[in-house]
């Protein structure tokens, strides 16, 4: 009885190894198929139902994988920081994000107020939220030679930009963004040197140039060390708004998204952003309608005004006034620290894990193919189906909006359509502007107190 319970134990495992090593699973994935929270008694007790269920399973011999594949929502990337009130809807539930809150694919962010954030994703792809805006992390994929970002921009002012292996051109510039300094992340917030004392010449006390070239250079210094670690793997961008799509490997763009009006886009020049060594790409913009499978190149450097419709495009009447509001990402340098110190700790595998199961088993993500039209690899297929389905859905979209609109004005009411004010950048900038040059007391001889490099004592004392 013993060796015949012992041998039952045995085939139990064997099959339990041979299924394992069969089937993909994902990390910190349930395995069972069944989703007792939301089982319907009468679904489950049906015997019809059963049989056309168990017909299906035998017809599609690899069920499992798809379902858990299907249900498998990954990590597409975490917050860096946020000012004010941002909310995190995911599913029926939102919470206020914080420094590391994870964003997974299909949440929703919302800037509520005069709320800023800066996000991190996975592939290190930083994205800036201004006030009033909402965004949805739709997908990130993990391809073979190429990562894949689809994201939808539904309203308000956000930028987006690709990590360039590039080192930045060392200037004296200040830093902008400077609202959400300190950072919660302490390692990344600006460091400086000390100033040596000199009787003949006090006013070189004033001058703070060296100190913002060390932040800069420790920048260049962590890019070179994450180069030297991580394999040259691009990212393929799929960015979404309401009336246009646009598409294009490592991008840096900026977004203006205006409900019910024309929305604005510019493609940023890598000589603009301070980038020395990195050769600009023109991204593709896809236009709506459910026949219209046209694209246009972008003109790098140039805003571009997309009419209500998404049926055309041009160049900005007035560029001028996105200026103010542009200028604050030009040179996020603690930002873009953060985004280095924080892919070293969660990046590296994406990059250099080219093993699926691996990825699936110990990072909890899925290994896609490749793009290219002549590959015809899943994530290729995948492509071709967004832009398809996105045209027609995103279209339909805008023809019930203007249905919707023309009955309300039939009724003598009035409709408010979305404007682009300061109120997109308004306290950052004067932030920017009010706020003196940081002279740490690293460069005075005076005592340096604990207290105040301790990032809880701040926290206790409200100090950003």
Known sequence: MNKLISTLIILIMVNLNLRAASDVYFKDQKRSM???ESLEPSDWLNFDYWKKASKLKDEVPKWETILQEKRLREIMGRVVECVGDCRLFRGRGFNSTNYRSSIR??????????SYAWIFLMDGTLVRVSPDTSVTFKEF???????????RVNSGNVVYMNRSRSPLKEVTDRETDQIFLPLEFYEANPISGTVEVNEDNLFALLDDSENKLINVRRLNQ??????ENISDKKTFNFLVMPNGTLTGYDLNVEMIVL???RSYIKQRASEWQGLAEQKDEAGLFYFRGFENNQNYPMDVGNWQEIDVSGRSIRPAEKPELFSFGEILSKRPWSIMVA???MMK??????YNETDPNVL?????????GELGEDKKDDLQKRLNYLHEYTRRIETSNLLAANQFVKKVEQRGDDVKRFEYSNRFYKTAFNYYIRREENTSQDNTDREILNSTTKPLWKRINGIR
């Open 105 to 114: 694919e299909g949440d929703e962010l919302i800037t509520l107020g005069d």
């Open 339 to 341: 985004r280095e110190l």
């Open 34 to 36: 069944t989703r007792w």
């Open 360 to 368: 699936a088993l110990e990072h909890g993500y899925r290994m896609w």
């Open 259 to 261: 409900l019910g009006n």
């Open 345 to 350: 700790n969660y990046s590296l595998p994406f």
């Open 141 to 151: 994929n993990v391809g073979k030679k190429e990562f894949f970002v689809h994201i």
């Open 222 to 227: 962590l890019i070179k060390e994450n180069n």
